[in-house]
Each structure stands twice: as C-alpha cells, then as structure tokens.
C-alpha cells in the first residue's frame, strides 16, 4: 500500500500561476522528497526536506513540512508550460526504501 | 558521469511465463532499488540491493527475487506471470547515506498478455 496520499489528484492551471499540492504520510520519516515524473518515465528527484527542517526552498520550488501533522507541501511559483507532470511525494522509511503517494497531476495551459 | 539505465524498455510478456529485467546503476552509487508502477498508480517498492544482497522488500511475493552484482547492475527476476504485473518497473539507484535522492531509469515496460 502506499505509505503517502497527494493531494489533489489533478490540478489544471494557467501559465503564471503558482501550483500547491499536498502530501500526507503515516509514519515516521528521515526526510520527505519531491519528485516529478513525464507521460511514464523516469522519475527526477526535484527536492529534499529533512525531517528536522520545516521549509526549503530550491528556484521556484518552496517546500514545507510539519512532522506533527505528517504532511508536506510543494508549491511551484509561476508555473510554465514544461511544468505539466505528474508530481509524487517519497518518505525515507528506512535506509533509502521510498514510499510514494499516489501522485498530482499538474496540467499547465498557456 | 552515466545515468541509470534500464533494459528492455518495453516487453511483452503471456502469463505464467517468467522474464528478467536489467538495470545498470549511476556511477558511484552501491544501492540499487526497483519499484513497480501500475498505470495511474505511483511507485511501489519492490525490494533494495546492497552488496548484492537483498536489503529490505516490500509487499511483493516471492516470485518477485533479483540479484546485484560486483559492479552495482542489478536484475529482477518475476517468475509465473499474472496479468496484474502488467507495468512499468523502474530502477533506482543511490549512494548509501540517509538524505540522498534517487536516481531513476526510464523503466521497462512490461505487458503480460
């Protein structure tokens, strides 16, 4: 089963507009990463959060997470057409074994 | 610096056969995990390689098994196919050190028919 839960499950949007998704988890983590995913390729790994921190930021990437409340945001500041992806949030659980949500997908029109 | 690379990047499998998927690891990294990803579904773990042992598995029968080899590549191995392990398997591979990210494959896409 999946250890997260994005949130939504689709998200559409115009150019220039910021993008926020969710994720929430269940257990315990060592740190919480983003990653994004193209008509069903590869994943890439867009950021990482430790569990110790509350909030990142990378380009146009913001990231928060709040440990009490198991759950993480990603926020993508004025979006562009390539941003269209399916977006997945990933908790290190043990030693770099990843649990995945079950995905955002972003669709961005220009 | 040689990224991840999986083969064959699509197969087309009749259920109850058996097939074997390859991966060759990012240069410098030892950790190779796989992961199965069902159409609209995210990532599941399958299992990790270590020093060509199996380190930790997720909720995958046994039929599910793989090797690592000296040189970090790594197979998996499913054997009597069902319809349901119709999808996209993706290697990852990683440094051995906690905060490091994944580095991922294009996938293989398997179909059993």
């Known amino acids: 089963s999946q250890q997260g839960e994005e949130d939504p499950q689709a998200l559409s949007i115009q150019e220039g507009e910021n993008a926020t998704m969710n994720c929430s988890y269940k257990t315990s983590i060592n740190n919480l990463q983003w990653y994004r995913q193209n008509s069903g390729r590869g994943l890439v790994h867009l950021i990482l959060i430790r569990s110790n921190e509350r909030e990142k930021h990378s380009g146009r990437l913001r990231v928060t997470l709040d440990t009490s409340k198991k759950s993480s945001s990603l926020l993508i500041t004025a979006s562009r057409a390539a941003d269209t992806a399916s977006y997945f949030c990933?908790?290190?659980?043990?030693?770099?074994?990843?649990?995945f949500g079950t995905g955002t997908s972003l669709t961005v029109i220009p | 610096e040689t990224g991840v690379t999986q083969s064959p990047t699509h197969l087309i499998k009749t259920r109850g056969q058996q097939v074997t998927l390859r991966c060759s690891s990012q240069?410098?990294?030892?950790?190779v995990s796989w992961y199965q990803q069902a159409l609209g579904q995210g990532p599941q773990f399958i299992f990790q390689?270590?020093?060509?042992?199996?380190?930790g598995r997720g909720n995958f029968p046994p039929r599910f098994s793989g090797l690592q080899f000296p040189n970090y590549s790594s197979e998996l191995n499913v054997n009597a196919l069902e319809l349901d392990d119709s999808a996209l398997y993706l290697c990852?591979?990683?440094?051995?050190?906690?905060?490091?990210?994944?580095?991922f494959g294009n996938g293989t896409r398997l179909t059993v028919t």
């Open positions: 390689y270590y020093r060509e042992e199996e380190n």
């Open positions: 240069s410098g990294h030892n950790t």
């Open positions: 990933a908790t290190d659980v043990e030693g770099n074994q990843f649990y």
């Open positions: 990852a591979s990683s440094p051995r050190s906690i905060n490091s990210p994944l580095h």
